[in-house]
C-alpha cells in the first residue's frame, strides 16, 4: 500500500467519519475548536523553540521528505516511493534520535519556570519588577564600589520613546552584569543614560534633557543635571552613580535624593514604581469594574420596574 492509498483510507475512514459524527452531535464542534486551538499553540510553540537550535535545519528536511514521498506518489516513481516510504515507516525512531537533546531538555523543564514559559505564561509584573529593581540596586552599588559614573533611567507611566531614540537600541532582559558593562569607561555605550522600559533594557548612550535650573548646586555634574530633567519632563526615576566621589542619588519629580545608601535606594525603587504604581493601577481597575456593576444593577432594576408597570 503506498502513500496516496494510506491517505485515501484514513480519510475515509477518519475524516469522513468524524465530519458525519459532527453533523449528528453538533455540540463536538465546539471541542474540535478547543482540540485544533491547543494543538496549533503547541505546534507553534514547538518550532519557537526548534527555529532557534540546530533542529531547525532538520525539520526542514523532515519536511522535504514527507513532500517528496508525496510526490513520488502522485508521478508514479514507484522504486522511489518504495525507499521513501521505507524510511518513512522509521520516521518516528528516527525522530526520537535526532531529537533526543531537545527532548531532554523540554522533558527537564516540566514543573520549573522554563517550562511556564514554554506556555507563554511569565512571571507576576509585579514580581518581575522587583527582580529588576534588585538587579539595579547590585549594578549601582558595583558601579559605586569603583567610582564608574552611570545613568540609569527607569521609565513609568509616561513613556519616553523620543529619549529612547536618541540612544542604542537593545531590547534586553535586566541584569547587573550588563548594567555594570554598559557604563565601563572608554566603551561605546558608556557616555549616556540607559533606558529601561516595560521590564527591558530599552537602550544606552541616550541624551536626556539638561535640567538649567540656577538653584541647583553648581557642584552637581552632567550626570545629576540631567537625571533632574528626565524627572522633571517625565515621571521617570533616575538613578546616578558619581565619577568623583562614587555616591548614589536618586532624581524624581525634579528633585535629587542624594547620597543614597543601598537599602533606602532599594526602598526608594520598591517605593515609587511598584507600591504607588500598581496600587493605582489596581485602585482605578476596581472603580471601573464597580461602575460597571453598579450599570447592570441600574440596568436591572429598571428592567423589573418596566416588567411591574406592563403587569399592571
Known sequence: MNLGDIIKVFYEQKVLTYIYSLQEY?????????DISIVVFLGYQLLKIVKDSRAWQL??????????TALSSLLNLNILNYILSAVMNWGVILIFIIFQPELRRALEQLGTNKFTKFFGIDKDIVTKTKEDIYKIVIAATELAKTKTGALIVIERDIQIKDIVSTGVVMDAEVSPQLLVNIFVPKTPLHDGAVVISNNKVA?????????GDKDIAKEL???HRAAIGISKESDSIAVVV????GKISVAKDGTLIADVREDALKKILINNIVTKRFAENKSRNNKTISKIKEKIKENKNKQVKKDKDEEQ
Open 26 to 34: 453538533p455540540i463536538k464542534f465546539v471541542s474540535l475548536l478547543v
Open 59 to 68: 525539520v526542514k528536511g523532515i519536511a522535504f521528505l514527507i513532500i517528496a
Open 203 to 211: 537602550a544606552a548612550a541616550c541624551m536626556l534633557p539638561l535640567a
Open 221 to 223: 555634574g552632567t550626570r
Open 242 to 245: 558619581s565619577e568623583e566621589t
